[in-house]
Every structure is written in C-alpha cells, then in structure tokens.
Nanobody, 125 residues
C-alpha cells in the first residue's frame, strides 16, 4: 500500500505563502489521483484540492480557488499544494490522500482511504 508523508507546514503571517509537499513511498503514484484535505480544531475534515493522475485536471474548494495551486511531480513521486494569500481561516492540519490506481479524482473525503499523518499550518493575523 502507498504511504504518504506531508511536509512544509509552519507558521506564516496572513498574506504569506507556504508550499506543502506529499511524498509517496512503497508504490509509484503515477496512476493515482491525489487529494488535499484540512481539518481545523472542532471542525470536520474538509476538501481543499485534488488532481488527476496525469496532473492535468485540478479541482479546488471554493474557499481556496484562486489562491491555492495543486500540482504533482510524478517523476519524484510527490504532490504539492502551493498556498498563497493565506488567511487566518486557512489554519488547520493539512492531509494528503489517495485511494487506488486509476480511481476517479474525487472531492469527497470517503473516496480516499490512504492518508498521510498531516502537517500543521498556522496563519497569524
């Protein structure tokens, strides 16, 4: 089974940027759609962005559209989430996720069954 490890989280001021990375191991993710979700304290885990296996079709939550960019480097078995113009409401633990080869790109949490451990993003006002 694929294993995922996120990195790149941290503390940033409002308006700043961070790039999250999701490194996959045990299997190549070339044929896997990838997703990013986040969970703030006391809230449900919510969809942020997803991208198809080839990296050509991204999907975004309305709350991050125009500010976040999801992309992947299949040659490095890695997916990324570039986060710009960060807001305090973006503060959360961010998780990358995948499911199985050739599965359709999904925005629903239940469509994913492989998750990383998460990385904390804190945006100060």
């Amino acid at each position: 089974q694929v294993q995922l490890v996120e990195s790149g989280g941290g503390l940033v001021q409002a308006g700043g940027s961070l790039r999250l990375s999701c490194a996959a191991s045990r299997h190549t993710i070339t044929n896997y759609a990838m997703g990013w979700f986040r969970q703030a304290p006391g809230k449900e885990r919510e969809f942020v962005a997803a991208i198809n296996w080839s990296g050509t079709i991204p999907y975004y939550a309305d709350s991050v559209k125009g500010r976040f960019i999801i992309f992947r480097e299949n040659g490095k078995n890695t997916a990324h989430l570039q986060m710009n113009s960060l807001k305090p409401e973006d503060t959360a633990v961010y998780y990358c996720a995948t499911s199985r080869p050739w599965a359709p790109t999904a925005t629903l949490r239940d469509a994913y069954d492989v998750w990383g451990q998460g990385t904390q993003v804190t945006v100060s006002s």
